[in-house]
Each structure stands twice: as structure tokens, then as C-alpha cells.
């Protein structure tokens, strides 16, 4: 469904991928898992065309969507739940729901996504007209996978959703990823949690310093020396 | 509350005259501020709702109010190679339409040339932008009259078929045309912001990469505010020229838009509130000043209020009061939730 060839990106003068080659397919979880600076995020990034690669393919679905402007991707079916700032803090946590479906114009379908949205987080039902930046960590983030959801995605990419969130949280969130993969939508997820994110996904990429030095199912990569070794504590 | 006070400041604003007679001086304060709050408005939607600083905000102010003059006073000027342009004088209000129109147009070329990068460049572009305007206004004689200023600049006159017309000549009539005009401009500003484009607006400022990332035509959007922005301070211009009946390259000072940006600022951007009500107390404190002091002492004065309000109230007196307002009712707030159910479902 997804695939990156070779891809080379940076900025300014430093370079944050060194040709990286991934392949997520449909209906998959996909994990890359690796260091800070390791090109995780950078990655998510160039795939939803916030940061321009210099060289290299990204294809989705068949089509090359390498540097499209990222309106054009997320038309495609590719949504971005980026880490850090989650959400838009001043607005309602219904106007940020209403921000992810911003390229649909199907009414109906929209507002039935939202009822499913509120049923799924009843949480962000009862705050509807409370602005986001009020919403705990936990909540925010919620916020953050209902928008996306919002949009209708086919694939997700999840950036650290678990960063800064409380442990029983953190929980919570990761079945709520599942259930969105058993739901037929397409994870693509970063986590700095490796061992968190092996366990959950079907297939995973270990990067350093830009490149991937490690492939394999969840399981495979736990049972890996290096990976034990430098990632899960021995 | 927040939805009575607007309807309550028009209320009160539209018996003023009743209240106060139709003593001159202070209704054309009244009008000068108007308009000049139309102009922080228009700022505001730009400044408050999209993040981006117009310091050049009077250039289509200035625009509006020279299209209006020169359209309903005629000009026969030569523009090169011996070709003259000439235009017959047409009715004050084809002016007014024509000054939205030219700010506005002036608004999309702004944009379009500014917006890819955004930010400082835009305040750089904007600041430019007006001194050549002005520039322009003070050394086309032929056009513009120069420093000796257009004069003789016909009052609005508004006719119904049938009915006869009116021509507003009186300062009560021009202080309700302002006012209409106004009410008018904050209508539409609160309907852009409630919209699907207003979201797109303030997505931009308050996260950038996010509202990118859900799909957000950055410049397209930018642009199109700047377009609605320009429009407006056009049309405040017009209403100025026509108001006044004589205006000179004066109008085009970078003093005028430092004012909208203080009423704005100190109003509260990003609130529809906060550019009329920073509008109406910066527009008049000169005026409830002038009896008690000295015109130097004023200055000074008008300069401590300023930055009292910033000290107190940093994001500007409407969310400031709203902030205040809030924790008087704190207790209630406090109980619901407690009531709540935890964070964590199930």
C-alpha cells in the first residue's frame, strides 16, 4: 500500500535520512522503532508532505505522491497525527473534530463519523464546546486520533502517541490503535516505547542514524540481540 | 452574555445622539472613531484571527478613500505616450463599491506576493506597500492634487425610486451610515470566523504544522483574508473621504495604522469584541481628556493608560474582563467538576 524507496531528507544542512526503504501493506500495523534523531518522525513527515525529501520515491497505492503538498496526500487517504502540539488549543474539542474532516464535503458522512467519534470517546462528548488546550494530556490525544479519524483515513501515521501520557493511559491509547487496525484502516505508528510498540504490531523497522538497520514481524525484532540489547535493556 | 453585549454596545451606541444632542464636536469624534474602529475591525481579521501583523493597514485604508474621492469627483489626467485617461464624475455611493474593490484587489496582490513565506516578510511587504502609495498620492499632482489636497468631494447621497433621495450631509446622518456600515462589517467578520473557513484561519495561527496537515491551503487562505481585510479598511476609507469632503496624502500616515494596531491590541485581537470596544476607548479618550488637561499631558496620559492595560490585562481588555468575569464564578465551576467522572474510561 505504502512504499519508500530510497529516501533521502534533511534540513538545512543536516541530512535526517540516508535512503530509507520501508513497505507497509494494507490492512497492516506497521512499527519503526529506533533512537531519538533516528529519523522516525522525519519520516511520517516526508510521507505526509511536511518536509520535502531530497531524493528518493514515496508511492501510495500505486501513485507517486513524492513532495505532493500535503492536502493533496491527505485527499489520497493518508492522515498525520503528529507528536508535540496535538491539537488546536483555543478551539472546541468539537471544532477541532471538525478540522480533520476540513477536505470532506459529505455532510452525512461526516456527521455520522463524528456520532461514531463521541460514542468510541465518550470523554470528548461530554467537553465538546471546551476548548482542547483544557483537556488533559490523555484526552488531548484522543482528540488527536479522532481527528485523524476524522478525515477517514486509509492509512494513519501515529507520531509517539504515548510521549508524556500517564502509564494507564498510555495503555488505553494503544488498544485504541488496535481497535483502529482491526477496524480495517492501515497504522503506520513511531514510538520510542519499543518494546510497547513491538508487541502490538504486525511487522517493524528498527532505524539508526537514518537508515533501516533491522526488519522483521513484532516478535522477531523482541527476539533480537541488538534490539535487546540496545532498545529493551538487555 | 457574551452574545447580549454586542447587541446592547449597538443599542446603546444608536441612542447615543438621543442622549447627547447633536453637539459637533463630540459627533464627529464619535464618526472619526468609527471609522477608524472599522479599520481596527478589518485589522483585527487579519492581526487577530490569521497571526498576521499588516503594518501598511492604512495603505488600503488610504486606497479606499482616494478611489471613492477621484471616482465620484471625475479626473482627466494623461498616463504616457500622450494617452489621457478621463472620468466623469459618478455618484458617491458607485464610489464606495468601487474603494472595496480596489482595496480589496490591492489586499489580493499583497497576499499573493507575500504569503508563500509569511511572517516578517509580510509586515516588511505591507509597511513598503503603503509609503509607495503615499508617495504616490503626494507626487501625482495631476491625479491626486498632491499635498493641496482633493477637495469639494460630494457627500453620499442615497435615492429610491419612486421616493426621492437623501444626501447625508448632516454629521447625525453620517454617524448612522458609520454605524450601519460597522454593524455591517462586524456581521461578516463573525460569521467568516464561526465558518469552515474561519477554522482554516485560526488553525493557521494556532498550529501551523497541524492545520497543514489536515489539509489547509496556507497561502489560499491567507490571501483570502487579506482580501476581506483590505476590503473593509477600503471601505472605512471611503466613508472617511466622503465624510470629511477633503483629503490629502495625510491619510496615508503610518501614525493611523499604529492606532489600529493599539485598538486592536489593547481591545483584545482575536476576539470580535476586542477591536470595537479597544476602537471606542482609544478612539474617545483624547476627547473625555481634552477639558482636564493640556494636549502634551493628554499624550502622556493616553500612553500610561495604554500600558496599564497591557500590564493587567496582557491579552487586551475583552478576554482580560472575560478572564475576571470567569473566576467570579469560579465556585460554580469548581463543583461540576468535582462532579465528573474521572479521566480514564473504562
Not at chain 1, 30 to 38: C, D, I, P, R
Not at chain 2, 62 to 86: K, N, W
Not at chain 2, 89 to 94: D, R
Request: proline share 5%.
Amino acid at each position: 500500500m505504502l512504499e519508500i524507496r530510497d529516501l533521502v531528507c534533511g534540513y538545512g544542512h543536516g541530512t535526517a535520512l540516508k535512503g530509507l526503504s520501508i513497505e507497509v501493506k494494507e490492512g497492516q500495523l506497521v512499527a519503526l522503532v529506533g533512537a531519538n534523531g533516528a529519523g522516525k518522525s522525519t519520516t511520517l513527515r516526508a510521507i505526509s508532505g511536511l518536509v520535502p525529501p531530497r531524493s528518493g520515491v514515496i508511492r501510495f497505492s500505486g501513485r507517486d505522491i513524492t513532495g505532493a503538498e500535503p492536502r493533496r496526500i491527505l485527499a489520497h487517504g493518508i492522515a498525520h497525527c503528529p507528536e508535540g502540539r496535538r491539537v488546536f488549543p483555543q478551539m472546541s474539542v468539537a471544532e477541532n473534530l471538525a478540522m480533520g474532516a476540513y477536505l470532506r464535503r459529505d455532510r452525512p458522512g461526516v456527521a455520522a463519523d463524528l456520532d461514531r467519534i463521541y460514542g468510541e470517546f465518550p470523554r470528548l462528548a461530554e467537553r465538546r464546546h471546551q476548548a482542547a488546550g483544557t483537556l488533559s494530556g490523555g484526552e488531548q490525544q484522543m482528540l488527536a486520533i479522532g481527528r485523524a479519524l476524522m478525515a477517514r483515513p486509509r492509512l494513519v501515521l501515529f507520531d509517539e502517541p504515548s510521549l508524556g501520557l500517564a502509564p494507564t493511559i498510555v495503555e488505553r491509547m494503544f488498544a485504541v490503535i488496535r481497535a483502529i487496525r482491526t477496524a480495517g484502516t492501515t497504522v503506520l505508528l513511531v514510538e520510542q516505547n519499543a518494546f510497547a510498540a513491538l508487541e502490538l504490531c504486525d511487522h517493524a523497522y528498527l532505524l539508526e542514524t537514518g537508515r533501516v538497520v533491522r526488519a522483521g514481524t513484532g516478535s522477531a525484532l523482541i527476539a533480537d540481540p541488538h534490539v535487546r540489547e540496545a532498545y529493551l535493556g538487555g | 452574555m457574551t452574545r447580549l453585549l454586542p447587541v446592547l454596545l449597538l443599542a446603546a451606541l444608536a441612542a447615543l445622539p438621543l442622549a447627547l444632542g447633536t453637539e459637533p464636536y463630540l459627533l464627529n469624534a464619535l464618526i472619526t472613531t468609527g471609522i477608524l474602529t472599522i479599520g481596527a475591525m478589518s485589522l483585527n481579521l487579519l492581526l487577530g484571527y490569521t497571526g498576521q501583523l499588516s503594518l501598511g493597514h492604512i495603505a488600503f485604508f488610504g486606497i479606499g478613500a482616494y478611489v471613492s474621492a477621484l471616482t465620484s469627483l471625475g479626473f482627466d489626467v494623461e498616463i504616457g505616450f500622450g494617452y489621457r485617461v478621463a472620468h466623469e464624475p459618478w455618484p458617491a455611493a458607485t464610489g464606495f463599491l468601487l474603494a472595496v474593490a480596489a482595496a480589496g484587489a490591492c489586499g489580493w496582490l499583497i497576499g499573493r506576493l507575500s504569503f508563500r513565506v509569511r511572517g516578517a516578510y509580510f509586515v516588511i511587504v505591507t509597511i513598503s506597500f503603503a509609503e509607495v502609495v503615499r508617495l504616490v498620492a503626494l507626487n501625482w499632482v495631476e491625479l491626486t492634487q498632491g499635498p493641496l489636497a482633493l477637495t469639494g468631494i460630494p457627500a453620499f447621497t442615497f435615492g429610491l425610486p419612486g421616493l426621492g433621495s437623501w444626501t447625508l450631509r448632516t454629521k447625525l446622518q453620517n454617524y448612522y451610515l458609520v454605524l450601519g456600515v460597522g454593524t455591517l462589517c462586524y456581521a461578516l467578520i463573525a460569521r467568516m470566523v464561526r465558518s469552515r473557513f474561519g477554522r482554516a484561519m485560526r488553525g493557521l495561527k494556532e498550529n501551523e504544522p497541524l492545520a497543514l496537515s489536515v489539509g489547509i491551503n496556507a497561502t489560499r487562505t491567507l490571501t483570502v483574508a487579506a482580501v476581506v481585510s483590505a476590503a473593509m479598511a477600503g471601505a472605512a476609507g471611503s466613508l472617511y473621504a466622503h465624510y470629511l469632503r477633503i483629503i490629502d496624502p495625510d491619510v496615508f500616515l503610518f501614525a493611523t495604522t499604529v492606532t489600529m494596531v493599539i485598538m486592536v491590541v489593547g481591545g483584545g485581537k482575536g476576539t470580535l469584541m476586542g477591536p470595537v470596544v479597544g476602537g471606542l476607548i482609544f478612539g474617545l479618550l483624547p476627547v473625555a481628556l481634552r477639558p482636564v488637561m493640556a494636549p502634551e499631558a493628554q499624550w502622556i496620559v493616553y500612553g500610561i493608560v495604554l500600558i496599564l492595560i497591557l500590564f493587567l490585562m496582557p491579552r487586551g481588555i475583552v478576554p482580560g474582563a472575560a478572564a475576571l468575569l470567569a473566576r467570579g464564578r469560579a465556585p460554580r465551576a469548581g463543583n461540576t467538576i468535582l462532579k465528573s467522572r474521572p479521566a480514564v474510561q473504562r
